[in-house]
């Protein structure tokens, strides 16, 4: 069985802190790995994924297999990056069925 | 920008009364799902088609849920009868292939049953 976990309901940071989002999993395989993200009033959107290796709105997440974590990182946070975090979890020959972590609402305050 | 869409967006119901909401995918994405999204928690999948053949529902509950979508392309879900806990918010979702593309998802129907 796959399963996501997302061990914190709420991070709160102040503008221009670190943020680390936490997300570990258990798959048996090899999983791919994505981050989603909800903006207020807005539709559920990727963020980023795994395989892509890439930094999206500053935003970085490795995929550690030893630890089986996918944490979301950032220098310094904005206050634009409020919003709902998913970590996601889609896994070989799993036809892109996602199974989400329960989401972290990060909260940037001023 | 094309765009998943759903309606309703707000729907509330009474036990026991049948409800349906419906999606339009996006255009030419052969892959459409279904997630329900319980309040608190991750989104979870109902039922997953390729085309217009279902791939995976195996956590769809077919005593009172069906999904379908005849022509390939919009999708329906229906609950006959609705429960109290099938208050949640019902996600669409599309992507162009069934392996490694992304999903992208609607505004979501938020069912309440009262």
């Known amino acids: 069985a796959q399963r996501v976990t997302q061990p914190e309901k709420l991070l709160s940071v102040f503008k221009g802190a670190p943020v680390e989002l936490k997300c570990n999993y258990s798959?048996?395989?090899?999983?791919?790995l994505f981050w989603y993200v909800q903006y207020s009033r807005q539709r559920l959107q990727l963020l980023l994924r795994?395989?892509s290796r890439e930094s999206i709105k500053g935003f970085t997440a490795d995929l550690n297999k030893g630890e089986t974590s996918f944490h979301l990182k950032k220098p310094f946070a904005q206050e634009e990056d409020s919003a709902m975090y998913y970590c996601?979890?889609?896994?070989?020959?799993?036809?892109?069925?996602?199974?989400f972590g329960t989401g972290t609402q990060l909260k940037v305050e001023l | 920008e094309a765009e998943v869409a759903q309606s309703p967006r707000y729907k509330i119901t009474e036990k026991s009364q049948a409800v349906a909401f419906w999606c339009d995918p996006i255009?030419?994405?052969?892959?459409l799902y279904w997630y329900r999204q319980i309040l608190g928690q991750g989104p979870e999948l109902l039922v997953q088609?390729?085309?217009?053949?279902?791939?995976?529902d195996s956590q769809l509950p077919k005593d009172r849920f069906s999904a379908e979508r005849l022509k390939g392309v919009d999708s329906t879900l229906k609950i006959q009868p609705a429960e109290l806990g099938d208050s949640a918010m019902y996600l669409c979702?599309?992507?162009?292939?069934?392996?490694?593309?992304?999903?992208?998802f609607g505004q979501g129907t938020r069912l309440t049953v009262v």
């Open positions: 979702a599309s992507s162009r292939g069934a392996v490694n593309t992304e999903a992208f």
């Open positions: 798959y048996s395989g090899s999983p791919e």
């Open positions: 795994h395989i």
């Open positions: 996601a979890l889609s896994g070989t020959g799993g036809g892109n069925k996602l199974t």
């Open positions: 255009s030419g994405h052969a892959t």
């Open positions: 088609f390729q085309d217009e053949s279902v791939v995976d």
